[in-house]
């Protein structure tokens, strides 16, 4: 049965957000512009977490399945950011190029291709011939690949924080060094959330928008949603001979790569170690030597282009590796979106649009059920056996 749509259930819902990363942010910017009353408590800077540092892929390429609809729906909003938050936040699409190294590799191109057709996107196999021809920068190696026009990169730097300005023009609240201490859920019906110096918010709706520390969150309203910190690791080269066109993935997933306008290549690869406070990560030594040698096997012009720089982020992932997008089962009006597990900076504009249906007409226009928070619950007779 569809719920209620919350805005039905109290006009007018005050809409309180944990986490001001891509996906707190653009869901502040949608609902403050659908008219709700948003507070954004944000415990660093917008945007400075993962969606700030993130390799800036917009990629509904090889997405999983489940993941699709909302990865297409997210693309359709990219190329309006400048109108919707006042930049274009250096989108770009010159397209996504998913490389095979062995002939088993292109079974998978092959098979994902017949479902990215199947969702509407242009999905062009090349065969060891083709891809020497129309990309001859890369080492001739290679069995093959695949290529998804229209896919492409935007500058992670720039994106929540437009999108928070923006919201706070469309008359959001947004509060920076605000950690949320503690979530309660009030037997009015409603929240109050706890943050520093004794702040109490007051909501009828959370979103649990906190990333890599939103199990945390949900944890504390009872919901256990398993997840684990990861910290992929990037690099950034001197700016060179602009050669490369297309953002560049490997079947393996080893190496993903683009170059900026600027001529810098910006790749990630292998993954840091995050600090045991949960809150640092540092990349690691064996990647350092590691990543950037696959990178001049695969494009051998590289050899000799200066790093100018490492670094890492934190990111939540799950054990089916989906995000957790919803409401949980028990309580109305409490939305989880979080653990995007390596793919929230694409969707994120979705999900913001997405959370706005949901929470203003109940139908977030989308099936969410792959994605939903309970669905690492373990059935109480399990529990208690
Ligand atoms: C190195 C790297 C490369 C990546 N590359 C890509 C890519 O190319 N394409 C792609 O689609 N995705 C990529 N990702 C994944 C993507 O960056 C994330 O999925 C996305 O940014 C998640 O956004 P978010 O808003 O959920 O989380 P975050 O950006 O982590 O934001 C969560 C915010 O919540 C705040 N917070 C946490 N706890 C509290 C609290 N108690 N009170 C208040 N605030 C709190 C945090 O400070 C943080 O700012 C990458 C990730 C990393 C780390």
């Known amino acids: 049965m569809t719920p209620a749509p919350i805005i039905l259930r109290r006009a007018l819902p005050r809409v309180c957000i944990i986490g001001g990363g891509i996906v707190g942010s653009a869901t502040a910017f949608f609902l403050a512009r659908g008219g709700c009353p948003v507070e954004l408590l944000e415990r660093d800077t917008v945007g400075s977490r993962a969606s700030g540092v993130n390799f800036g892929g917009v990629r509904r390429h090889g997405r999983a399945v489940a993941e699709l609809p909302l990865a297409i729906r ?15 936040c250096d989108f770009e699409t010159p397209g996504h190029l998913k490389v095979a190294q062995t002939e088993a590799e ?4 092959a098979r ?7 969702h509407g996107l242009t999905i062009d196999l090349l065969d060891r011939g083709q891809l020497r021809r129309d990309h001859p920068w890369l080492t001739h190696d290679l069995a093959g690949g695949s290529f998804c026009p229209g896919d492409g990169y935007a500058n992670p730097r720039l994106v929540a924080p437009y999108f928070a300005r923006a919201a706070r023009a469309e008359g959001a609240v947004i509060r920076e060094g605000h950690p949320v201490l503690a979530v309660e859920d009030t037997a009015g019906g409603g929240f109050v959330l706890h943050g520093p110096l004794g702040a109490r918010h007051e909501a009828d709706v959370v979103v649990n928008a906190a990333g890599a520390w939103g199990g945390a ?4 309203l009872g919901l256990d949603v398993p997840m684990v910190s990861l910290a992929p690791q990037m690099f950034v080269t001197e700016p060179t001979t602009r050669r490369i066109g297309p953002v560049l993935g490997m079947v393996s997933g080893a190496i993903y790569l683009r170059q900026s306008v600027r001529g810098n290549v910006i790749f990630g690869g292998g993954r840091g170690s995050v600090h045991p406070d949960g809150l640092r990560s540092r990349p690691a030594e064996d990647v350092f030597e590691r990543s950037p040698a696959l990178v001049r096997a695969l494009i051998p012009a590289l050899a000799g282009v200066p790093l100018i720089r490492s670094w890492t982020g934190i990111e939540g992932n799950t054990p089916d590796g989906l995000p957790v997008i919803g409401e949980s089962g028990g309580r109305a009006g409490l939305i989880h979106a979080c653990g995007f597990s390596g793919h929230g900076f694409e969707m994120g504009p979705g999900v913001g649009e997405t959370l706005r249906d949901l929470i203003l007409t ?24």
Do not use: K, N, T, Y
Request: net charge neutral; charged share 20%; glycine share 10%.
């Open 74 to 88: 997210s693309r359709a909003i990219w190329p309006r950011l400048r109108e919707l938050i006042g930049h274009d």
């Open 106 to 109: 292109l079974e998978p191109l």
């Open 112 to 118: 994902w291709a017949a479902i990215g057709r199947a």
């Open 217 to 220: 969150i949900a944890g504390q």
């Open 362 to 385: 109940g139908d977030a226009g989308l099936d969410l059920s792959a994605f939903s928070p309970d669905r690492f619950a373990v059935p109480p007779a399990i529990r208690s056996a």
